[in-house]
Every structure is written in structure tokens, then in C-alpha cells.
């Protein structure tokens, strides 16, 4: 079992930052693809960035590219979402996700296999 854990959400105004982490426990998660998901308010859950199991491949939606950044650290058994220009459209839960299937990261969310409880992120114009 992978308990996955996110924090950093919060209230900020557009223009702003956030670095939201998801710290992995009861098993590393250094082989695994590992992905950021996120639900906007009355939406369906949409792909955010994803990366490889050594942080190569870095891959972001076009809605965030230039904007927001994804890296991990092993060692802290943790990945990271670095977010910047923020967006009112921004505004939804944000959710870390393992694929303990594969070392490629991907945006299909159908295929992880675990998930945080999720993190907060509200952008006010």
C-alpha cells in the first residue's frame, strides 16, 4: 500500500504562487510514474503534469505549461508542483497520483493506482 499525502493548498490572489507536495509513505515510490490531477468546481477530474521515475519527462497540460513545474525527490519520497501566474481557472483540488505499474509518467488517470485525499487551491481575481 502507497499512502499518499499532498499539502500547501490555499487561498491566493491570480497572479500568485503555490507549491503544493505530496509526500509518499508505506512504500517508495522511486520506480513509480507519479502524476498531479486536479477538479475544478463542478467539473470532471483533468490531467495536470506527470513525470518519470527518475523526474525525466516532465509533462504538463497546455492549460499550465510556462506556468507550473513538477519535479520529485526520491529520496524525500516525494513529489512537488510548483505553480506560478495563477489563474482564477486554477481553482480546484488538486490530487498526487502513483502508477506503481510502470516507471513512465502519463495523464491517463484511469491507470494510478493510488491517490492523495487531495489539497485545496483557490485563486481569487
Known amino acids: 500500500q502507497v499512502q499518499l499525502v499532498e499539502s500547501g493548498g490555499g487561498s491566493v490572489q491570480a497572479g500568485g504562487s503555490l507549491r503544493l507536495s505530496c509526500v509518499a509513505s508505506g512504500r517508495t515510490i522511486s520506480t513509480y510514474a507519479m502524476g498531479w490531477f486536479r477538479r475544478p468546481p463542478g467539473k470532471e477530474r483533468e490531467f495536470v503534469a506527470t513525470?518519470?521515475?527518475?523526474?525525466?519527462?516532465?509533462t504538463l497540460a497546455d492549460s499550465v505549461v510556462g506556468r507550473f513545474t513538477i519535479s520529485r525527490d526520491n529520496a524525500q519520497n516525494a513529489i512537488f508542483l510548483q505553480m506560478s501566474s495563477l489563474r482564477p481557472e486554477d481553482t480546484a483540488v488538486y490530487y498526487c497520483?502513483?502508477?506503481?505499474?510502470?516507471?513512465?509518467?502519463?495523464?491517463?488517470?484511469?491507470?494510478?493506482?493510488?491517490w492523495g485525499q487531495g489539497t485545496q487551491v483557490t485563486v481569487s481575481s
Open positions: 497520483a502513483a502508477d506503481i505499474d510502470t516507471w513512465e509518467g502519463h495523464k491517463y488517470d484511469y491507470l494510478y493506482d493510488y
Open positions: 513525470v518519470d521515475w527518475n523526474g525525466g519527462r516532465p
